[in-house]
């Protein structure tokens, strides 16, 4: 490899590495045990878990139509919702939680009808948690999911037709099957994105230990009075993270290769 | 035309003074000692114009009465420009000691500024240039017509306070302990101000929130003060940091907001003198 390029490379790999590392060298390790057991942190821990993946299913149920209906389907503007789709990707997640309490806070566009006809508001609730992770996360799936249907064969689907299938039942049984693979790491990298979710979470759902406050939020506000807690919290975080990029790796990534 | 050539010559000259000095004093409070820093540039304060940016890092609650400061100062200063960095002071403590280049902290409270004093990145002794008195902060007409501290405890009223690692959310712990009551909100929040944001967009009820905080809004909440309050008030100290870029212009900032003039505007913004 020709050193003007070797050189850069690896810099940037440290400069990638280093924090990490650095997160395992201060990490209190001897005290590790306690700051991990504790009920604040289990309560975060389990909130990350149930709301990423409560957002996750939630970006399944309407992420994989909406990347059928921009893979399979032909209307006007498409490559326009397309583009719209993919802004909560680029959008800083801050906005994205300002955008979610204009439109379904208790006095939001929509969110007044909610409280007003049903009694539903979901700033400061779990479910609220789940809509904000689920806002950030679901794109990744649906970005996903839709190349794995854009590289899939169309003309299984036309076959499955031709043999009297309705076009609903070529998609569930021909169409579903052939893209289980990219669903299934489009799922994998929502729900990585959900766990990980801070900006929107913290201004639409608040701050409520063991119910709005997911492991960044802990991690945020632990740093600001016990920074040994926060380094703790983070360990937690980067193994989850390693655990999932691994778990990509082996079963789905080069699976769908 | 040859006026203005001159004046570009001049001004041209006194920018590589200015140059010089900025040098200087960068040079020595990166090779000497601490103490040895920042007398020499004090005293290149007083011979030399004030130059160059100040960067201030201040608690949230002191958004609007220090940026009137510091357009002030520029007004005062001409060539200086006052930049502000303003956050949760635990947050903004944590910047300063993880390196941030700042030269001037102000905390909401003596607790936070002591992150800072305690890894001596602070050059002296912190001073208290006001206090803030809490207060709460309604949906505008009062709807739900709380008139105490107490009456946040009703059920079914959505409360936001700061986090208690904040300075207003260890007030408003503090006066809630004083008068032993006990408050569960919907949300800790991270700083003052956005728990002020939640009742200004009515998603909240009421907040614990500062005087000064109630006064900026204007009438997008009513204020309800309590007496409890007087048992939790925050003392805000400000100092100049070790390490500040720009010493010189940092501690004329630092005594403009101890004037009687700066005062004047702090106090008008619901600050209590100290």
Same mark, same amino acid.
């Given at each position: 490899m020709p050193l003007p390029l070797l050189l850069p490379a690896l810099v940037g790999l440290a400069f990638l590495l280093l924090p990490l590392l650095a997160l395992l060298v201060r990490a209190p390790w001897r005290g590790l045990p306690n700051l991990l057991t504790s009920t604040a942190v289990w309560q975060a821990l389990q909130l990350s878990l149930v709301c990423a993946t409560a957002a996750t299913g939630v970006s399944l149920v309407l992420g994989v139509p909406l990347a059928w209906l921009l893979a399979r389907t032909d209307f006007p503007g498409r490559g326009f919702v397309r583009a719209l789709v993919t802004l909560p990707l680029v959008l800083p997640p801050v906005v994205g939680g300002v955008a979610l309490l204009l439109a379904l806070g208790r006095n939001g566009v929509v969110g007044q009808w909610l409280d007003a006809w049903f009694g539903i508001t979901l700033p400061f609730t779990t479910a609220g948690v789940v809509v904000a992770e689920a806002f950030v996360a679901m794109p990744f799936l649906v970005i996903s999911v839709e190349g794995t249907l854009r590289a899939a064969d169309p003309r299984y689907e036309e076959a499955a037709a031709t043999l009297g299938a309705s076009r609903f039942t070529a998609f569930r049984r021909v169409t579903l099957p052939l893209i289980a693979p990219g669903i299934a790491a489009g799922a994998v990298l929502a729900w990585a994105r959900a766990l990980g979710e801070f900006g929107a979470t913290i201004t639409f759902a608040g701050n409520f230990p063991g119910r709005t406050q997911t492991m960044p939020l802990a991690v945020y506000l632990a740093l600001q009075s016990d920074p040994d807690a926060a380094i703790a919290l983070s360990l937690v975080l980067l193994v989850v993270s390693i655990a999932v990029l691994a778990g990509l790796r082996d079963r789905w990534m080069t699976g769908a290769s | 035309? &040859? #006026? /203005? @050539? =001159? =004046? &570009? =010559? #001049? &001004?041209?000259r006194m920018l590589q003074v200015a140059g010089v000095g900025a040098a200087a004093v960068l040079a020595l409070s990166a090779c000497s000692s601490d103490s040895d820093s920042s007398t020499k540039s004090g005293s290149t304060a007083k011979s030399d114009k004030l130059s160059g940016t100040v960067t201030v890092f201040a608690a949230a609650s002191l958004k609007e009465s220090f940026t009137t400061l510091g357009k002030d100062f520029e007004k005062a200063h001409p060539g200086t420009k006052v930049t502000f960095n303003f956050g949760g002071s635990d947050t903004l403590a944590a910047g300063i000691t993880g390196g941030a280049p700042a030269d001037v902290f102000a905390a909401a409270s003596p607790k936070t500024m002591a992150i800072v004093t305690d890894k001596s990145d602070a050059a002296g002794t912190p001073a208290t240039f006001v206090r803030n008195q809490l207060e709460i902060a309604t949906l505008p007409g009062n709807p739900d017509k709380v008139a105490s501290l107490e009456d946040l405890t009703k059920s079914g009223l959505k409360v936001v306070l700061c986090d208690r690692t904040v300075p207003c959310g260890a007030a408003a712990q503090k006066a809630l302990d004083a008068s032993s009551l006990k408050l569960t909100p919907v949300s800790y929040e991270q700083?003052?101000? /956005? @728990?002020?944001?939640?009742v200004e967009l009515k998603e909240a009820d009421a907040a614990v929130v500062y005087r000064t905080d109630v006064n900026a809004a204007g009438d997008k909440v009513e204020g309800v003060e309590f007496p409890e309050s007087a048992k939790a008030i925050n003392d805000y100290p400000i100092v100049l940091l070790k390490d500040a870029p720009n010493a010189a212009a940092a501690?004329?900032?630092? @005594?403009?907001? #101890? /004037?009687?003039?700066?005062?004047?505007?702090l106090t008008s913004a619901g600050f209590l003198q100290p």
């Open positions: - | 035309m &040859t #006026r /203005s @050539a =001159r =004046r &570009t =010559r #001049r &001004t041209g700083d003052v101000k /956005s @728990a002020l944001t939640k501690k004329e900032f630092i @005594a403009l907001v #101890r /004037s009687p003039e700066g005062q004047k505007v």
